[in-house]
């Protein structure tokens, strides 16, 4: 289980393969589930050509590597998880978030992973700020479940 | 050798749209009951947002929760990562 927050653009698909060849389970991974979000061009019908995001250092570390340890409490099948997020200065197409999870079997894999990203986006301390045409504003609140 | 507490001090925190509201991204306070006597104190009584997040010591709280010396506590919005 590893968790990181970082402040320059980074690769998922080189990050995954990473902790993979990294990791001494490998040969127990059937199944790897993933959940990139990465950065859209527009937002509630408006374009947005950049994004700032801001965190609570101590606490969005802690809540990351608390919602993976409550996510391997649920599927005890969850061999591994990795979660990378990014903070600081974005731009469109750059990816925000990875989730990965590895299991045996998919199903703990795939539920894991669509249980943490959406406990990530409710419970993790980190806000977007998005530059509009009209100007930089913060993003109020996240879709419910979209 | 004993080390001498000279006062009682909370961390208040404030972080996003809050932070920009409020005009103060960190403060020390001498003392407070609860966070949102902290809040009160902090803040000169500002209104506090219907839907402000409250965190005591890195763990999720309520304006009601209990808050020591040597505390931290933070104000901030409803998160948007992911």
């Given amino acids: 289980m590893a968790s990181h927050i970082i402040e320059s653009s980074f690769d998922p698909w080189q990050r995954i393969q990473q902790h993979q060849a990294e990791s001494n389970l490998a040969k127990q991974f059937g199944a790897t589930a993933t ?3 990465s950065m859209r061009d527009f937002n509630d019908g408006d374009d947005v050509s950049a994004m700032t995001l801001e965190h609570y250092p101590a606490m969005t570390q802690r809540y990351l590597d608390k919602l993976e ?3 391997k409490q649920q599927w005890p099948a969850l061999l591994d998880c990795l979660i990378i997020h990014r903070v600081g200065d974005l731009n469109p197409s750059d990816p925000i978030v990875l989730i990965a999870c590895w299991s045996a079997h998919r199903r703990a894999a795939l539920d894991a992973t669509s249980w943490l990203i959406e406990a990530l986006k409710t419970q993790a301390p980190f806000w977007k ?7 930089a504003q913060w993003v109020e609140k996240n879709t419910d479940g979209h | 050798m004993q080390e001498t507490i000279n006062h009682m001090s909370i961390q208040v925190k404030f972080f996003a749209s809050l ?5 103060m991204e960190e403060l020390s306070i001498d003392a407070a009951v609860t966070a949102g006597e902290a809040w009160n104190i902090a803040t000169d009584n500002a209104e506090a947002p219907d839907n402000m997040l409250v965190a005591v010591n890195l763990d999720y709280a309520q ?4 808050v020591f ?3 931290e506590v933070a104000f901030f919005p409803p998160v948007t990562g992911g």
């Fill in chain 1, 35 to 37: 959940f990139v979000g």
């Fill in chain 1, 69 to 71: 340890a409550d996510a």
């Fill in chain 1, 129 to 135: 700020k998005e530059t509009r045409q009209d100007g």
């Fill in chain 2, 19 to 23: 932070r920009e509201k409020v005009g």
């Fill in chain 2, 63 to 66: 304006l009601n929760t209990a």
């Fill in chain 2, 69 to 71: 010396d040597g505390d």
